[in-house]
T-cell receptor, first 114, second 109 residues
Framework: DAMVIQNPRYQVTQFGKPVTLSCSQT?????MYWYQQKSSQAPKLLFHYYDKDFNNEADTPDNFQSRRPNTSFCFLDIRSPGLGDAAMYLC?????????????FGAGSRLTVL | LAKTTQPISMDSYEGQEVNITCSHNNIATNDYITWYQQFPSQGPRFIIQ???TKVTNEVASLFIPADRKSSTLSLPRVSLSDTAVYYCLVGANDYKLSFGAGTTVTVRA
C-alpha cells in the first residue's frame, strides 16, 4: 500500500544533542510537510517542500532544519533540542495540484528530550 | 489564510448522530474544506472534503451552505471507536494547511 513512513517512531535524546527524523513516501506526492504536535494541542506547521522548493513558516525556530534529497524522502533536523521541543513530529504529503489538497500523514515520531 | 473556529469538545452516545460545525468566515474562492480525524498517538486521517453543497462518503457527510462561511461534519450512528479529535481545515493552493484547535468528540456507551 502506498503510504508515508516515519522513522523512528520513538526517539529519546539529551538536551542539546542533535536529532534527525526521517520520512519516506511511496505516493509520489509533490509536497511534503513537517508538523509539530505537542500534548493536547493541534499540529503546528513547521515547513513544507513543493518538490525542491523549501517554504519555512515565519515562526519556525532556526533550530529546526529540513532536507529533501529526493521526491521520496524528507528529513527533519533539530540541531540543539531543548526541553520545549519534546513533541510528536508528523510528516505529511499532498499531491500539490491546484485546488484541493488532501494531506496523508505518517504515524509520527515522538521525541523525548532528557 | 482562512481561520477556522470549532467547538472545543462534544459528548455523544453510541448510535447517535454527531454534528460538528466549523466557522470559516474569510474562506477564499479557491479554498476547499477538509476534515481530519486523529486518534491519540497517531497522525490525522482524512475523512471528507467538499467545496459547496453536500458531500457524502461511507463514513460521514459534509454540509456547506451557499455562503461557505461555515461547514458541518455529520457522523451518523457513532460508536465508541469514533472517539477522537476532529479538525476542520480550509485552504487549497498555498499549501499552508494549518490546523485549528479541533473538536474532541467523546462517545459513551
Amino acid at each position: 500500500d502506498a503510504m508515508v513512513i516515519q522513522n523512528p517512531r520513538y526517539q529519546v535524546t539529551q538536551f542539546g544533542k542533535p536529532v534527525t527524523l526521517s520520512c519516506s513516501q511511496t505516493l509520489n506526492h509533490n509536497v511534503m510537510y513537517w508538523y509539530q504536535q505537542k500534548s493536547s494541542q493541534a499540529p503546528k506547521l513547521l515547513f513544507h517542500y513543493y518538490d525542491k522548493d523549501f517554504n519555512n513558516e515565519a515562526d519556525t525556530p532556526d533550530n529546526f532544519q529540513s532536507r529533501r534529497p529526493n521526491t521520496s524522502f524528507c528529513f527533519l533536523d533539530i540541531r540543539s533540542p531543548g526541553l520545549g521541543d519534546a513533541a510528536m513530529y508528523l510528516c505529511a504529503t499532498s499531491r500539490g495540484h491546484s485546488g484541493a489538497n488532501v494531506l496523508t500523514f505518517g504515524a509520527g515520531s515522538r521525541l523525548t528530550v532528557l | 489564510l482562512a481561520k477556522t473556529t470549532q467547538p472545543i469538545s462534544m459528548d455523544s452516545y453510541e448510535g447517535q448522530e454527531v454534528n460538528i460545525t466549523c466557522s470559516h468566515n474569510n474562506i477564499a474562492t479557491n479554498d476547499y474544506i477538509t476534515w481530519y480525524q486523529q486518534f491519540p498517538s497517531q497522525g490525522p486521517r482524512f475523512i471528507i472534503q467538499g467545496y459547496k453543497t453536500k458531500v457524502t462518503n461511507e463514513v460521514a457527510s459534509l454540509f456547506i451552505p451557499a455562503d461557505r462561511k461555515s461547514s458541518t461534519l455529520s457522523l451518523p450512528r457513532v460508536s465508541l471507536s469514533d472517539t477522537a479529535v476532529y479538525y476542520c481545515l480550509v485552504g487549497a493552493n498555498d499549501y499552508k494547511l494549518s490546523f485549528g484547535a479541533g473538536t474532541t468528540v467523546t462517545v459513551r456507551a
